[in-house]
Structure formats: C-alpha cells, structure tokens
C-alpha cells in the first residue's frame, strides 16, 4: 500500500512534469502573442482574433518539435511508476 508521502511525492512529480512539457508550448504562446500585440498597437489595427492563428501555428510547431522530447519525458516517468510498483 502506498503511504501518504510516497503519494504526495508521485502527484508532484506528475504535476511537475506537466508544468516541464507545458511551458515551452506556452511560451511560444505568450510570446507571439506579445509580438503581435506590439504590432497592433504600432500599426493601429485593434482585430482581436487576429492573434490566434499565429498562436495556434507556433504552438502547433514548438509541440512537434518538442514531440521526441515530451514522449521520452512521459515514457521515463511511466516506466519510474511502473518498476516503482510493479510488484504490486
């Protein structure tokens, strides 16, 4: 059975690694955003759907690029809770 710490120590593991995989895919976001938003406000054009093409496409890209690295983050973290509890 596990204990509450050794539970507590897997769901911030878990989460800690969600917050690795998910802040290049943010950032991408939050950056092109920002970029757009300053050439809005330079050229005058107050469209507000006009970021969210270029988000999409950039995130959709740093995503792929990433992929190799985001399954071999998830597939360490599987086999760690599998031979962590294997014999359960």
Known sequence: M????????IVREALMLSL?????????GVLIG???SIIQSVTSI?????TF??????????????LSW???????FSVSMFSLYGGA
């Open 70 to 76: 985001i399954i071999t983050k998830i597939a360490e």
């Open 34 to 36: 920002l970029t757009i």
């Open 53 to 66: 093409v270029p988000k999409i496409f950039g995130m959709i890209i740093v995503a792929v690029v990433l």
């Open 46 to 50: 107050q469209e507000q759907t006009l």
């Open 2 to 9: 596990v204990m509450d710490q050794q539970l507590l120590d």
């Open 20 to 28: 690795k995989i998910c802040a290049p895919i943010l950032g991408a």
